[in-house]
């Protein structure tokens, strides 16, 4: 199930929260122990660096399929939100020994050294997000697109019914992102049996994939599912979905939707699925998200930089779409795809 560790920094007192969200997620995720050491101390590190840069923030922790989509254990996320000044020069925050605070300048500079990924997005203004995974594959891959996501349960829960996902299987790059019906731990079994069972078909074609989620969430509350795969050999992007999940792709310059059908997987799906096709470049950005995301939510006028971390994308899309005094009123999943991003400096 989707467990994620909601851990609202406002005090000094929660920076030991991070610390024990880290290690609880490290534990799922069967990391040995030095990487999950190293996940203590990127989260004391991001959680510190909130208090004495923002004023205070979120820190989200969860455990996350690899971005390259390969088979195998899954990875510890670390997101740091906040809404506060911003970084103004990203390059520079990574460098130890920069700080605006007088302190020593370590906090970015180590979690970027200890973790797997890592990445941040500044807006002077708005907010920072700080991202990091530990226990990912190496950077580079011959895939030639990432995924990544954020997931932010109601209320705090300790349980998220949206969930998000993503598998290779040969020259298919498949994106899933579920949004079981309600709250709670019975909406997350949900999600989870969808993302179980992308993995046995990710070689079939969305609409197959929704087609055999519906028979397989027969008897759980059902949930709203999106899928998008990517044929790399054949350079096209295929989409199909059933219920409220949104989808949004940049070509072109501009913003695109691309539509589901009505309907329920696993309790009400509609007699016919039918799939959208369209090319796919080094030049796109598809984002997925429930409808955590307020209703007015619109993509912002261009897909931001195409070499940004595609979690770091969606952790700024979930930001940016609402505020520190206005916070989720439901699970909130946002999933993306993307170029692969070349290294960080």
């Known amino acids: 199930m989707a467990r994620v560790w909601d851990v609202p920094v406002h005090d000094?007192?929660?920076?030991?929260?991070?610390?024990?969200?880290?290690?609880?997620?490290?534990?799922?995720?069967?990391?040995?122990?030095?990487?999950?050491?190293?996940?203590?101390l990127v989260a004391t590190e991001l959680a510190t660096n909130l208090l004495k840069h923002a004023g205070g923030g979120q820190l989200l922790v969860e455990t996350v399929a690899p971005p390259t989509g390969h088979s195998g254990a899954e990875v510890v996320q670390i997101a740091a939100i906040d809404h506060g000044p911003g970084v103004t020069d990203v390059r520079a925050a990574l460098v130890d020994g920069f700080t605006t605070t007088g302190s020593l300048g370590a906090g970015l500079g180590t979690c970027r050294r200890l973790a797997d990924d890592f990445g941040v997005h500044g807006a002077p203004g708005r907010g920072t997000v700080a991202l990091a995974r530990i226990g990912a594959p190496p950077k580079r891959d011959a895939v030639g697109v990432r995924a990544?996501?954020?997931?932010?349960?109601f209320a705090g829960a300790e349980y998220s019914g949206d969930l998000w996902t993503c598998v290779r299987a040969d020259d298919r790059f498949t994106l899933m992102l579920a949004d079981g019906l309600g709250h709670g731990p019975e909406a997350?079994?949900?999600?989870?049996?969808?993302?179980?069972?992308?993995?046995?078909?990710?070689?079939?074609?969305?609409a197959d994939?929704?087609?055999?989620?519906?028979?397989?969430?027969?008897?759980?509350?059902g949930a709203a599912v999106a899928v998008a795969q990517l044929d790399m050999r054949a350079g096209l992007l295929r989409f199909a979905g059933i219920g409220n999940i949104g989808a949004r792709l940049y070509e072109g310059g501009g913003w695109r939707a691309l539509l589901s059908r009505p309907g329920i997987v696993g309790v009400h799906r509609p007699a016919t699925v039918p799939q959208t096709e369209v090319p796919w470049a080094a030049d796109r950005l598809l984002i997925l998200h429930s409808d955590g995301l307020p209703s007015r939510w619109v993509p912002p006028t261009g897909p931001g930089p195409l070499t940004a971390d595609p979690a770091v994308t969606a952790a700024v899309t979930v930001r940016d779409a609402g505020s520190s005094a206005r916070p989720v009123r439901d699970d909130t999943a946002v999933a993306v795809l993307s170029p692969d991003p070349p290294d960080l400096p």
């Open 188 to 206: 997350s079994r949900a999600s989870a049996a969808a993302a179980g069972e992308l993995r046995r078909c990710a070689r079939l074609s969305p």
């Open 12 to 40: 000094s007192t929660r920076v030991r929260d991070a610390r024990v969200a880290a290690e609880g997620a490290a534990a799922l995720a069967g990391l040995d122990g030095p990487r999950t050491a190293a996940a203590a």
């Open 148 to 153: 990544g996501g954020i997931t932010v349960p």
């Open 209 to 221: 994939q929704l087609r055999r989620l519906d028979t397989v969430l027969r008897g759980t509350r």
